[in-house]
């Protein structure tokens, strides 16, 4: 079945999560250290969190290490929460949880649907949900995107995009779906890139830290942050 995201090859897996990590520090860096006043970099941002949640959604429907991907993205995610807290301009302490527990929830949903255990996938999806950055949306678009690929419905495309949409009532906008569009391009070219395996996982946390070590130097200087 032809489709409208085709089959991407490991070249252009790599390449898109090394974009999406460059718009994240971006968007980051734009955050905790000049206050979001850096406009674009907000925008632009958005892509991030699409492109990450693509790529795991594309990978969970191609390959089956399902617990070693669940584990590292537990571990990855609860290493990074002291530093995320502690970079400040979450709404209630420590809500939301990051982006690597928004990850894990998408992976223990598709876990749970491909067991059948349909009460726990939408347990799973409505109490996880509640609690990680982008809410249900980011949610839907993983497991939509997930079974757009597992089961070449072309239904499960548009759900995901509906699901990028419904992000307008998360951060009052749909830059999101533009993340789409730079998928689809990206999809398009032959692209040789070195497979960094594990790169994430080390960088997520590692980048947070350096923020928040900078941060800190700031303040030291007079800078002041408002969230």
Known sequence: ????????????????KLIAAFLMTMDHVNKYLYNSLLSYCFELGRLSMPIFVFV????????????????????????????????????????PLNIMFTLLSISLVIYAIERKYFVLTAALFLFCGAFVEYWWPSIGFGVSIYLYYKLGDMKFFFFGVISLCLLWFVNGNIYAVFGLILIYIISLL?????????????????????????KHLMIQQGYLFFY
């Open 1 to 16: 079945m032809n489709k409208l995201v085709p089959k991407l090859s490991s070249g252009n897996i790599e390449l898109l």
């Open 56 to 95: 795991l959604a594309y990978n969970l429907a191609f390959n089956s290490a399902r617990f070693k991907v669940i584990k590292r993205l537990a571990l990855c995610g609860t290493l990074s929460t002291p530093i995320f807290i502690a970079l400040g301009g979450l709404k209630w302490g420590w809500y």
């Open 190 to 214: 032959d692209i040789k890139v070195v497979r960094l395996k594990h790169l994430f996982y080390i960088y997520y946390p590692l980048h947070l830290a350096v923020i928040l070590v900078i």
